[in-house]
């Protein structure tokens, strides 16, 4: 019988299947990522019921999401922030878990260090406690978020309970124009099918601007796929994955290389595959996106204006007129040239060397706009001190941008990096929720490139070369 990617990874993972819908099937867990919010409390209940963790070769511990990302970041000054990260280095080094920390040189943002380390590999399956480990799946791995409780199973078992999830194939075809990248792409998916409509599914992203696509430009897609409602994400490994993947410090050496190799490239959905759903989009037209209300669905071409609320589906008309009410934008109104007052560069979307390498040609020999605060925080201490090799933090800094400590920063207001309330910015960062940046605060989502275009003119805009 045929099978898609999605069906290989899961049904060589099952210990035990069972045929009623009713009962998930029970899952090995070849890898568990872990940071200092969801998951050191899942190692007090190993300690509550005196079980020892299954097995610590298949954990690694950061710290990303509410960390400080000044310089002076060793002094954390909230003291539930405090809390958390003190508890994680406590738990990590009684178990004996591998933990990047500060100054360790891989330190930084979980979805980022795991494949720049070679950690994330093909084939594997990857929890976290954290709904965008959906980004993993970019190398062809079958990668979701868990609660803290499932996160206690996979310590104690390296196994969860799991409904065999449904699967659905996207298609992005056509070339993309130059100012157009990945995120626009995923933006328009979400705004195409909204925020549920790959409830329950796993998606297979495939076509030829897929496979055009670099592998940073893979784990933004593959990342935001939680946005429309998926499980997860993932792409089929080719020459590219395997090239990304060579020599990173925990990738296969050797003999060992050359068996992974081969596996990894056995893994693709077969020709006949089925799927649940599928979804086709030719990205030849597309254009630079950015979201006009609170979740990533409500998102629109650059230049468009925003929706008249009495023009959209009938089930879209509350949450469009509470989203305008909180945005302050009017029916109608151009997006291009809403004024600004923060824009943030970073995330587990797009912090990236790649990501910072883009907003750095953007505002190479240009100046932040004197009504906007910019932040750029790269995703990891690689990726800040590849920056600095290549000149960009120093372009970035000319130009009047704060250029920060690595960490989930402005993403998600759960650290000192928030927007101030009533105040507007655009970020390359995946959520758009009220609040999502700081109490009041609002967020508008985009690209690298629009993001850097947008700090230097002062409100919403394009980069155009």
């Known amino acids: 019988m045929a099978k898609n990617i999605i069906e290989k990874i899961w049904d060589s993972h099952v210990v035990t299947a069972n045929a009623e819908t009713s009962t998930p099937d029970i899952l090995v867990i070849d890898l568990m990522l872990m940071h200092e919010v969801t998951s050191a409390q899942a190692f007090t209940l190993l300690k509550e019921r005196s079980i020892p963790l299954f097995d610590k070769t298949r954990v690694v511990a950061t710290l990303d999401h509410a960390i400080p990302t000044r310089r002076n970041r060793f002094e954390i000054l909230d003291d539930s922030a405090r809390a958390q990260v003190e508890t994680l280095r406590r738990f990590c080094k009684e178990f004996d878990v591998t933990l990047f920390d500060f ?10 260090i795991g494949p720049e380390l070679g950690i994330t590999q093909p084939g594997m399956t990857i929890v976290c406690g954290d709904s965008h480990t959906s980004t993993h799946g970019a190398f062809g791995a079958l990668a979701f978020g868990i609660g803290t409780s499932e996160v206690g199973h996979v310590l ?51 076509g030829s ?18 946005e429309c409602g998926a499980r997860g994400g993932l792409i089929s490994p080719d020459d590219v ?29 077969d020709e ?23 979740n990533p669905e409500q998102a629109m071409p650059i230049s468009g204006l925003v929706p008249v609320v009495a023009n959209l589906p009938s089930t879209h008309r509350a949450v469009a007129e509470q989203a305008l009410a909180y945005t302050k934008l009017k029916e109608g109104q151009p997006m291009r040239g809403v004024s600004i007052q923060w824009a943030f560069i970073g995330s587990c979307t797009n912090g990236r060397i790649e990501d910072l390498r883009v907003a750095a040609g953007v505002m190479k020999g240009r100046s932040v706009h004197p009504n906007v605060t910019l932040y750029v925080v790269p995703g990891s201490e690689a990726v800040a001190a590849q920056a600095e090799r290549e000149g960009l933090r120093e372009i970035f800094e000319s130009a009047g941008a704060h250029f920060r400590m690595p960490g989930c920063s402005m993403c998600l207001g759960m650290n000192d990096d928030k927007v101030p309330a009533g105040q507007r910015c655009v970020s390359t960062s995946n959520r758009n929720f009220i609040g ?9 989502l985009a690209s690298p ?17």
């Not at 990173?248 to 068996?259: F, I």
């Not at 490139?449 to 155009?464: D, F, H, R």
């Open 103 to 112: 100054d360790s040189g891989y330190q930084g943002i979980v979805h980022v």
């Open 156 to 206: 104690a078992t390296g196994a969860l309970l799991q409904h065999k999830p449904k699967t659905m194939r996207v298609r992005f075809d056509g070339m993309m124009k130059p100012g157009v990248s990945a995120k626009d792409a995923i933006l328009k998916l979400i705004a195409e099918i909204g925020i549920s409509g790959a409830n329950g599914h796993v998606i297979e992203y495939c």
């Open 209 to 226: 601007a897929v496979r055009a696509m670099t592998m940073e430009e893979r784990m933004t897609i593959c990342n935001m796929s939680i």
């Open 241 to 269: 994955t395997i090239a990304y993947i060579k020599n990173r410090l925990y990738a296969p050496k050797d003999s060992d290389w050359e068996r992974a190799e081969a596996h990894w490239r056995s893994l693709s959905s």
């Open 272 to 294: 006949a595959a089925s799927y649940d759903r599928e979804v086709a989009i030719d990205v030849t037209d597309l254009t630079p996106m950015v979201t006009w209300g609170t």
């Open 436 to 444: 999502r940046q700081g109490e009041g605060s609002i967020t508008h």
């Open 449 to 465: 490139a629009t993001v850097a275009a947008s700090a230097v003119a002062g409100c919403i805009t394009a980069y155009e070369e």
